[in-house]
């Protein structure tokens, strides 16, 4: 395998037309911040490069739309995009913008290298011309009614109402939207890259040397070059852009998609007077973070841009994500249905990892996923609250409560087996987070880190320290005993902070604090380590990491959701509205009478511990206390819940189920539960806490 000396990273650059929403986030620059945060903790020599696209054609439709120029445009949205990231821990070491003269500079030079290499072919074409402003019009100057469903307002690209990709010759009566006149046909001159050149070589670098790429970046890049690749044009006619540096091409700028991802190596030299060593020697690895979307330009035209100029290192990797959805629909600019970060931010302070651990969980990393704001509560209250918050919260109380605030010694002799499991759990943890980290499996890396706060969990529940401590007097290895649980628990607190780090770094932050520790603790090579805080330490006070998410906060983002809608709606007329969600299909059994209902005997109980099932994938073992006696259980639910999420849970039980062998355990009644929407089993249980062995009717 390739060693690599040094790391470029990069992320798409957001066009400076609009805020961005969580889509953007989830897409593809929480992936490289997370990425990118990783590598620095790892020491690695990395860069992380971040701007804003600020030509092409949506940021003149958005300045004629708001009656401004582009420049206007470029700089209030260039402001509250940067913002919005910086608000959200993505941690450029450069946000830089394509409007900048470092870049113009840039641009025209590799432009005009190319020129001056022969690269392009010089071709005259018809295309539409508005004589009243005399300028020609690109295909969303020009509107008309849509053949296919009759949108009076349709663009010649796209029908907004019906999503009908289109041509401006398909349109019907079709007028400038600059000056409402007919357009004429006009010959224009452009340059073209011959990119059916580039295929011989495209293949043998992609389809032979670049297997190991997600299958949507390398399925899609296969099919554009199984299809066949054509000449495209690399200039505009338009007076907003880098203006083609060659004589004989007045009144044209490069295509934005020439000249945007060059911003990549613009913005590095901005930063870097060392630019060439990340951008031309061949023991850098250069990584593109994008959405699928995007996938055609970074890994078809603008790699051939680079072998074409020449110097330039190739990317490494394409890490594209699929798009994120909201609420079961498509994000939707022109509708207004998303959700925006800057408005996130301000709605949410402080809680800005919820959200990075949200767009984590349920990052689109090989298929569109949906985020809905159920979804976002349900995993804020029951993961970061109930496992992640509720293990170092518990051991910062008990620490403070039972060893007199200060870091407890560790008694050797003392050692058990589970503590040597709790170590070894922790090296397997940290080979797996950076293993899936690597390979750009952020989902799987953010489930190991959790899986060590579930651990945590089950290791204090099992020990109990505040039983022993009912033992001070009687016991003289009690307050041993509690040390030995409480260290360990201080050292898995201090390497979750690790772990976390990459994904929530404000987190981790707050943990070091509680710790009184410096944050190069939070280095990658002190992962698994048992000795990162110091014994007899005093530590600061208990934080609460994390808060619940309430039922009426959920709602008013749905609200405001649909209110967003609703205000573009009446702005603009053409666009739709989302498709509502089809009503679920109810199935019904068999009509019952109630002396049948009667004979079932439902209890209140209390999971006192549970277990996986050797050899039974779906299966946990369950004891149910319910007041009177102890049930064992069986429930097929280890595919939804691990062991240690559900001790302390109350349940619905049947009790008077006839008992059942299953694996060769006797199962002693049945555990109640609902189906979601998504299909993850839940506990149809009391909502206010009753005591075990309370009846249900």
């Avoid at 398909?170 to 409402?180: G, R, T």
Wanted: aromatic share 10%; proline share 5%.
């Amino acid at each position: 395998m390739k060693q690599f000396n040094r790391y470029l990273v990069t992320a798409a650059l957001p066009y400076a037309n609009g805020p961005v929403h969580i889509g953007h986030l989830a897409g593809c620059y929480l992936p490289s911040d997370i990425y990118v945060r990783y590598l620095r903790a790892k020491k690695a020599d990395v860069k992380f490069i971040g701007g804003t696209d600020e030509h092409g054609v949506p940021i003149t439709i958005k300045a004629m739309q708001e009656g401004v120029s582009p420049q206007d445009i470029v700089d209030k949205y260039y402001a509250i995009i940067r913002d919005s990231f910086a608000a959200m821990g993505i941690s450029f070491d450069i946000f830089s913008r394509t409007s900048n003269k470092t870049h113009h500079e840039t641009a025209a030079a590799f432009f005009k290298k190319m020129y001056e290499d022969g690269l392009f072919e010089e071709r005259e074409s018809e295309q539409y011309y508005d004589e009243k402003k005399q300028i020609f019009l690109a295909d969303r100057y020009i509107i008309g009614t849509c053949p296919k469903c009759g949108n009076e307002k349709a663009y010649g690209d796209q029908c907004e109402r019906c999503g009908t990709a289109l041509s401006p010759d398909e349109l019907i009566n079709p007028h400038s939207a600059l000056s409402d006149a007919v357009p004429i046909k006009k010959k224009t001159k452009h340059w073209y890259m011959p990119l059916q050149q580039y295929e011989p070589w495209l293949k043998e670098w992609i389809i032979d040397g670049h297997k190991e790429w997600k299958n949507n970046v390398y399925g899609q890049c296969k099919s554009w070059l199984d299809n066949g690749l054509q000449s495209r044009a690399m200039t505009r006619d338009s007076s907003w852009g880098i203006q083609v540096p060659i004589e004989g091409a007045e009144g044209k700028v490069l295509y934005v998609w020439f000249d945007a991802p060059i911003g990549y190596i613009s913005a590095t030299k901005e930063l870097t007077q060392d630019w060439e060593n990340y951008w031309c020697k061949e023991d850098t690895k250069l990584v593109h973070f994008i959405g699928k979307d995007n996938i055609v330009f970074h890994c078809i035209i603008f790699p051939s841009m680079l072998k074409a100029h020449g110097g330039f290192v190739l990317p490494d990797n394409v890490p594209a994500n699929e798009f994120l959805n909201i609420e079961g629909e498509k994000v939707s600019t022109s509708r207004n249905w998303a959700v925006w970060v800057h408005e996130y931010v301000k709605d949410f302070p402080g809680q800005e990892d919820v959200l990075r651990y949200v767009l984590c969980s349920t990052a689109p990393e090989t298929k569109d996923n949906d985020f809905t704001w159920k979804d976002f509560q349900d995993r804020n209250n029951n993961e970061l609250v109930a496992i992640l918050g509720n293990f170092v919260n518990r051991t910062m109380v008990l620490m403070h409560k039972l060893c007199g605030g200060k870091v407890p010694p560790y008694h050797v002799e003392l050692k058990d087996e589970k503590d040597e499991a709790i170590v070894a759990m922790l090296q397997q943890a940290k080979q797996k987070v950076g293993d899936a980290l690597e390979n750009f499996r952020f989902r799987d890396a953010l489930a190991e880190m959790m899986n060590v706060a579930r651990e945590g969990n089950r290791y204090l529940q099992e020990k109990q320290p505040w039983i022993v401590a009912k033992n001070l007097e009687s016991d003289p290895d009690a307050q041993k005993l509690i040390d030995n649980c409480l260290h360990v628990c201080l050292q898995l607190t201090a390497n979750l902070a690790i772990l976390m780090n990459p994904f929530m770094p404000f987190t981790a932050k707050k943990v070091c604090h509680m710790l009184k520790v410096v944050d190069r603790m939070l280095d990658w090579e002190n992962a698994g380590s048992m000795k990162l805080v110091s014994v007899g330490y005093s530590l600061r006070a208990p934080e609460l990491l994390f808060s619940k998410v309430e039922d009426e906060v959920v709602k008013a983002q749905v609200d405001k959701l649909h209110e967003g809608l609703k205000r573009a709606m009446a702005a603009n007329p053409t666009t739709s509205e989302p498709t509502p969600e089809p009503e679920p299909e109810v199935n019904i059994k068999p009509e019952i009478q109630f002396d049948d209902f009667a004979k079932i005997d439902l209890k209140v109980g209390t999971i006192t511990a549970a277990e996986k099932v050797q050899k039974a994938d779906k299966l946990l073992k369950l004891t149910v206390d319910l007041g009177f006696e102890q049930r064992t259980v069986v429930s097929g639910i280890a595919m939804h819940y691990q062991p240690g999420d559900i001790v302390g849970k109350q349940v619905t039980l049947v009790a008077n189920l006839a008992p059942r062998k299953m694996r060769g355990i006797e199962s002693q009644g049945m555990i109640l539960m609902a189906e979601d929407k998504d299909g993850k089993l839940v506990f149809v249980n009391p909502s206010d806490t009753v005591s075990p062995g309370s009846g249900v009717s």
